[in-house]
């Protein structure tokens, strides 16, 4: 008998959602191990935060919009440092349910760094140095990820930061330079230009979140290029070095077309993509296989050793917390050799912009690349009434399906509540409805959703 069946090394999405599913509905003797704060990079230095934040510059926005509802306010202005204390109240409330929730399964949270030392046993280094071994059946490892830098000769001067270095930041920079222009990249860009700050996104690849559908990048750029975000794309930086004659700022060279140009900026968010964290976490003469810095596994987690399993951004893949979260229940059937109780191979993802944009399934050019015969619908959101009476932005929804059966292979979508409505075309994809189908479900009026309806008309 061993002290535990399952140890967790890492505190995210991934761990304490697994840890609940192992101890409340397995009921297995869990442990979860975390050096940091509870609720991993999504609660403490991404999702949350972001959002948060997000929403605060959204409000400010509307509010210096509100004249067009018949609504007069005046002096709108706005408190960095209260928005940042707002933040941390809603941090500490969610990392306090977690805590309870832990309290309540029984799941012993265990403050320390991890390090498996063979298949049944796990060190763990408290914050003071004391080191103990849990002995486990099972080790699952969800240990994240973390921004990667890229080599840029002056990404280590101080002014260039991360996406983690920026949350924390109380005061506002006068010219914040983005490089990249992913996810992170372009929700901090509407962060920031929503609160007025002079914003510009260089972009090495033709397009910005070039890994979803072509309009999306397109109508996202043309959105932020309206609220005066320079946007560069195909620019490869070279270096960064301090702004000659201007304290405080930095300069960037970069390519364009061949070009070398330069921007000065008092900051440089660098978000050019994230690494697993796998560093000293495996023990002497031990470890599972690794490529390039990921932790490989089957789909349901399973690495190279019986017995121990990684989920999440550790593993490559999509470092989303809900694609970590799923692929721990998988893991944990696994374990208990029942069937993956999730379709982990139909992950939405969202962009946190306003509007929001939501992705699920494949694009009508990855249709093609696949040989699937396929077609689209497109849909703009102008007709809709709920979109038209809160005076939303251009959007629309576009639905792929495949010819013959008709059945939906993918939806993207940009519009105000893109990242909730996304939700019905996973779940039309995960049972494999047709576009008949989801036309025959009776949707409220008014509302957002009902475009899905005309969607898969
Ligand atoms: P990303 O991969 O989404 O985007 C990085 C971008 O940087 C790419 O477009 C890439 O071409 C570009 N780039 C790389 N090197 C460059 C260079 N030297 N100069 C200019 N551009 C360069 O990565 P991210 O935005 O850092 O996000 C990291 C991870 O976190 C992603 O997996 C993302 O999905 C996840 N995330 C998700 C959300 C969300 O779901 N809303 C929010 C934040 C982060």
């Known amino acids: 008998m061993r002290e535990y069946d399952l140890v967790i090394i890492g505190a995210g999405p991934g761990g304490y959602e697994t840890a609940l599913e192992a101890a409340g509905t397995y009921g297995m003797k869990t442990a979860l191990i975390e050096k940091e704060a509870l609720g991993g990079t999504c609660l403490n230095h991404g999702c949350i935060p972001t959002k948060t934040l997000l929403h605060s ?10 004249d067009r509802f018949g609504l007069h306010a005046e002096g709108v202005s706005f408190d960095m440092e209260k928005i940042q204390d707002r933040k941390t109240e809603v941090l500490d409330t969610l990392r306090s349910g977690i805590a309870m929730l832990m309290k309540q399964k029984k799941v012993d949270v265990i403050e320390g760094t991890g390090r498996i030392l063979d298949p049944h046993t796990v060190e763990v280094s408290a914050p003071d140095g ?3 071994t849990l002995d486990t059946e099972y080790i699952l490892i969800a240990t994240g990820s973390k921004a990667a830098m890229p080599p840029i000769p002056g990404a280590d001067l101080p002014g260039v930061v991360t996406s983690d270095e ?3 930041k109380r005061d506002l920079p006068g010219h914040l330079l983005i490089i990249g222009g992913g996810v992170i990249g372009m929700e901090f860009a509407s962060v920031y230009s929503a609160f007025g700050v002079k914003v510009t996104v260089l972009e ?9 559908d072509k309009e999306l990048s397109q109508s996202l750029k043309m959105l932020m290029k309206k609220r005066g975000v320079t946007i560069t794309t195909g620019a490869r930086v070279e270096e960064i070095h301090e702004a000659p004659g201007k304290e405080g ?5 970069y390519t364009e077309k061949d070009k070398p140009q330069t921007v000065q900026a008092d900051c440089i968010l660098i978000c050019t993509g994230r690494r697993p964290n796998t560093e000293g976490l495996f023990g002497p003469d031990f470890t599972a ?13 399973r690495t190279s050793v019986p017995g121990i399993y990684a989920i999440g951004d550790v593993t490559g893949g999509m470092m989303l917390a809900h694609a970590a979260t799923a692929m721990g229940r998988n ?8 069937p993956a109780p999730v379709r982990q191979d139909v992950i939405p993802s969202c962009i946190y912009t306003d509007p929001e944009i939501a992705s699920v399934g494949i694009t009508i050019e990855q249709a093609g690349n696949l040989g699937i015969d396929a077609d689209s619908h497109k849909i703009v959101m102008s007709a809709n009434g709920k979109t038209v009476l809160s005076a939303q932005e251009r959007g629309f929804i576009k639905v792929v399906y495949e010819k013959e059966t008709r059945k939906i292979l993918g939806a993207q979508m940009m519009c105000a509540r893109a990242s909730d409505m996304i939700s019905e075309f996973a779940e039309a994809i995960v049972h494999g409805l047709t576009m008949e189908q989801m036309f025959s479900v009776v949707r409220p009026h008014p509302t957002f959703c009902e475009a899905i309806t005309e969607a898969c008309r």
């Open 204 to 212: 090495a690849l033709p397009r910005i979140i070039s890994n979803m």
């Open 57 to 66: 510059a959204d409000l400010y926005r509307q509010m210096k919009e509100c």
């Open 249 to 253: 700022w930095l300069e960037c060279i």
């Open 130 to 132: 004391a080191a103990k």
């Open 331 to 338: 893991a944990l059937a696994a374990m208990k050799q029942i």
């Open 166 to 168: 920026l949350l924390e």
């Open 289 to 301: 296989e690794t490529e390039r810095g990921r932790i490989l596994t089957d789909p349901d987690g």
